[in-house]
């Protein structure tokens, strides 16, 4: 989600003492009366899904880390880079009743550099192939401080253990996008959301501009590359309706009222604007009546900013129905089996300590 953003991010620096002071003090903020806190705890957690056995499970980012590997490979250009990093990355799962337990630990996790604010990637999403947990990477990679690494989708093997599937940090760099943007570019990517249907998973990256469909097997296809004809959007939320894939994104800073998209894109890549006039989107999810909510990280301000992000429901065009507000910095929703929305709060920010939350959100 960070370094994704334009070359106006030096403007975080200002905002970054005031997210770490609200952030340790996330009940100061006033969310509307459906809103409760599932659970907490969380370093930067991100994507989310409800698993066959009925727990949740939450890609957390991590808290970066130390290593660097500057003067050994390409760096993400300054004021972002170079990154540094670390195994502080993390699958965590939630009971029905709140109880959070760890999956599988010690995941590459890494930061940007302090004068970008320190601002953390890692696991990035999660999802199911029948009782299989995969995961996406996005703070892996030589480029992240971390040789030997990779960004790419792992699988969670019975042991704890995990395998990488397939190897996105080698696609990118292999098939280059049209249009990357120069002074805002990261060689091994930092894959947002991924959704799984048909034994085949289908993730978006923001920073090349990318949909991709994944095989276990590890075969990479390029569905569409969003950057050819919208340039550097940054998309960052997918959902799936069993036909088309709707992908919204972040637009870059600052942050403009109205200024991010959803774009329905078909299987064999077709793209059209489906929806405009929100902001900041990082959440897609479609209810069992396949209406689309939109989750916006900021409202009404021109940079993050905690306390205003929003849910909405698509009730047709320009018909957008408030769902839930106040939230803090969320970065991605899901459905769960009783019909209500789970959310990740206080997900993107510097190196934490168990800031992060998970909301649930009764649908009315």
């Known amino acids: 989600m960070k370094s994704a953003r334009g ?61 660097s590997t500057a003067g050994v490979c390409t760096q993400v250009p300054a004021p972002v880079g170079p990154y540094t990093g670390g195994f502080t990355s993390q699958i965590s799962k939630i009971a029905p009743d709140g109880t959070v337990t760890v999956v599988v630990d010690k995941l590459p996790s890494s930061q940007t550099s302090t004068a970008q604010g320190s601002l953390v990637s890692g696991v990035s999403d999660v999802a199911f192939i029948g009782h299989t947990l995969y995961a996406i990477l996005a703070g892996a990679g030589c480029s992240h401080g971390l040789a030997g690494t990779y960004n790419g989708v792992l699988r969670v093997n019975s042991d704890g253990s995990t395998t990488m599937v397939a190897d996105l940090s080698l696609f990118q760099k292999n098939h280059p996008v049209l249009n990357p943007e120069p002074d805002d570019f990261e060689p091994d990517g930092t894959w947002y959301s991924m959704v799984a249907d048909h034994g085949v998973f289908v993730a978006v990256e923001p920073n090349h501009g990318e949909l991709d469909a994944i095989w276990p097997a590890g075969f990479v296809y390029r569905i569409a590359d969003i950057s050819r004809t919208q340039g550097h959007i940054v998309p960052t939320a997918l959902a799936f309706d069993g036909q088309s894939f709707f992908v919204g994104n972040l637009d870059t800073f600052p942050i403009k009222d109205g200024s991010s998209k959803i774009l329905k894109i078909s299987q064999l890549g077709d793209l059209i604007t489906a929806y405009i006039g929100f ?28 306390g205003t992000g929003k849910i909405l429901r698509i009730d047709g065009k320009n018909n957008y129905k408030e769902i839930a507000t106040g ?7 899901t459905f769960g089996p009783d019909g209500n929305l789970y959310v990740s709060n206080f997900g993107f920010g510097p190196p934490p300590v168990g800031a992060g939350q998970v909301l649930k959100v009764v649908v009315p």
């Open 7 to 67: 070359t106006e991010r030096l403007v975080l620096l200002f905002l970054l003492p005031s997210v770490i002071a609200l952030a340790v003090a996330p009940a100061m903020f006033a969310q509307s009366s459906n809103v409760s806190v599932f659970a907490t705890g969380f370093n930067n957690p991100r994507g989310l899904k409800f698993g066959p056995d009925g727990y949740l499970y939450v890609a957390e980012g991590g808290a970066g880390g130390s290593t």
């Open 279 to 306: 902001s900041d989107i990082v959440g897609l999810a479609i209810d069992g009546k396949g209406r689309l909510y939109v989750l916006e990280n900021t409202t009404g301000n021109s940079f993050p900013t905690p």
């Open 327 to 333: 939230l803090s910095l969320p970065t991605a929703m």
